[in-house]
């Protein structure tokens, strides 16, 4: 008999993958079900999934996650991130769920170089993928407006760390450096992000779990911050050890940029550090962990190496079939 019957949607991806380790070890008495094969879009699917599973809490992950898909991909983003979670949250409210927490991310602020954004600050998304986590953090809180339905919106910066596929930053450049290809940089490589590691980024999950307010809205931030290009050059430096200052650039090519690439989403996480929160591991220790990982375990993904590409030239025109 389980204390607690958790849903944890998106579960095979990168973060998603890093809270289910925690919630086994934290919670040993909770049963987790991982829906990311199945489809969150399929109606009839998720109804019987809540009646036949009988779930308590839910954490919704599961998504369309690449930014530049999402430019010549959006129609995809719009039926994963909105549509799907009204399916979810819909199916989730008529099965009396105790807590459903929706993870969105700082993307929905648009960018800011000074700025810092807080819970409350208006959202302005710049991207189609963007628009969609915008779009669906209402579709989720209109169940708490109409209905008092116990819903959380989390808002996180950049996450870096084991099991992220090879298409986000930080896994493409350590991937290529390791095959001793230049990282290809977006434009200038002048846009910043805060980066924080998937294990300091589950445990916020675990305190939002266990401490969030129903109808609040989290931001899971960090001070830690680098410019794109900043990091090509740390990670030339940890990867190629014997390269010089002056020869660092030799591995950095710039490739065209996207149709609009925000510039920075500075964010204060005050409202979560005051439920006990904050960040634990340095960089220095989840980046040598991070590139250690990515030495053995790159073809985990049967086709990693075609995330490898740089941003394509005519992103508007390629179409979906591209993919
Ligand atoms: N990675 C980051 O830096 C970051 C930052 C802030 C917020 N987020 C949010 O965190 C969540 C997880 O991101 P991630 O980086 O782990 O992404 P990911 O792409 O690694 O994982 C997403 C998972 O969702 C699954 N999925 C997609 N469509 C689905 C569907 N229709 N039904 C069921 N499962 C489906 C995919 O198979 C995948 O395993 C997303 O909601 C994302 O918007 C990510």
Not at 33 to 53: Q, V
Request: hydrophobic content about 40%; aromatic content about 12%.
């Amino acid at each position: 008999m389980f204390e607690k019957r958790l849903l944890v949607t998106g579960g095979a991806g990168f973060i998603a993958s890093h809270v289910i380790i925690c919630l086994l070890e934290r919670y040993p008495d909770y049963l987790i079900i991982n829906l990311d094969k199945g489809d969150i879009c399929d109606e009839h699917f998720m109804k019987l999934l809540f009646e036949i599973e009988r779930i308590h809490i839910v954490l919704h992950f599961a998504a369309q996650t690449h930014v530049d898909k999402s430019f010549w991909c959006s129609s995809e983003f719009k039926n994963v991130n909105i549509y799907g979670t009204e399916i979810l949250v819909k199916a989730a409210y008529q099965a009396n769920v105790e807590k459903f927490i929706h993870v969105s991310t700082d993307e929905v602020y648009g960018g800011s170089i000074k700025e810092e954004f807080s819970e409350t600050s208006p959202r302005c998304p710049t991207n189609p993928y963007a628009a969609s986590k915008a779009a669906s953090e209402c579709v989720v809180m209109s169940y708490w407006e109409n209905f008092k339905f116990p819903v959380i919106v989390t808002r996180s910066s950049n996450v870096y760390g084991p099991h992220q596929y090879p298409e986000k930053v930080i896994p493409k450049f350590i991937a290529l450096l390791q095959r001793n290809r230049k990282c290809c940089i977006h434009g200038t490589g002048n846009q910043t992000r805060h980066f924080l590691y998937a294990t300091d980024v589950a445990e916020a999950f675990l305190t939002i779990l266990e401490k969030g307010e129903p109808g609040e809205v989290y931001n899971v931030g960090t001070n830690f911050v680098l410019s794109v290009f900043q990091l090509a050059k740390e990670l030339v430096h940890l990867i190629k050890e014997t390269v010089s200052e002056s020869e660092l650039e030799l591995w950095i090519d710039h490739v065209n940029d996207r149709p609009s690439n925000d510039l920075g989403y500075p964010m204060n996480s005050k409202k979560l550090h005051r439920l006990g929160w904050k960040p634990k591991v340095p960089w220095e220790e989840g980046i040598r962990k991070t590139i250690k990982w990515y030495e053995t375990n790159f073809h985990n993904w049967s086709d990693a190496e075609n995330a490898l590409a740089p941003f394509p030239s005519s992103v508007l025109q390629d179409g979906c079939q591209q993919l």
